[in-house]
């Protein structure tokens, strides 16, 4: 059974940094691309950042310079470091894992609420 456990999220002030990890089980790391969306009230889910098992890595233009995805193979974690962070980053933050070879093979966390506000 595959689970990934998100965790980290909560309320900062605008300017601050909080950092996400996501614990993945029941699956092989070297088969999954990982990554973080987020959905913020009344709008779709988007991308934040992947990473590939390789550890290349892709930003949405909004975030670049500001957060940093990386994980570890070994702990089969996951994890995003958020910095300077605006209310516009308020959002349910979900962590992904995409298997390489199978679009079926699509699985989420349950989101944690990252709320940035003075």
């Known amino acids: 059974q595959v689970q990934l456990v998100e965790s980290g999220g909560g309320l900062v002030q605008p300017g601050g940094s909080l950092r996400l990890s996501c614990a993945a089980s029941?699956?092989?790391?070297?088969?999954?691309?990982m990554g973080w969306y987020r959905q913020a009230p009344g709008k779709q889910r988007e991308l934040v950042a992947v990473i590939s098992s390789g550890g290349s890595t892709n930003y949405a233009d909004s975030v670049k310079g500001r957060f940093t995805i990386s994980r570890d193979n070994a702990k089969n974690t996951v994890w995003l470091q958020m910095n300077s962070l605006k209310p516009e980053d308020t959002a349910v933050y979900y962590c992904?894992?995409?298997?390489?070879?199978?679009?079926?093979?699509?699985?989420w966390g349950q989101g944690t609420q990252v709320s940035v506000s003075s």
């Open positions: 029941g699956i092989i790391p070297s088969l999954y691309t």
């Open positions: 992904n894992a995409k298997n390489l070879f199978s679009t079926v093979l699509d699985f």
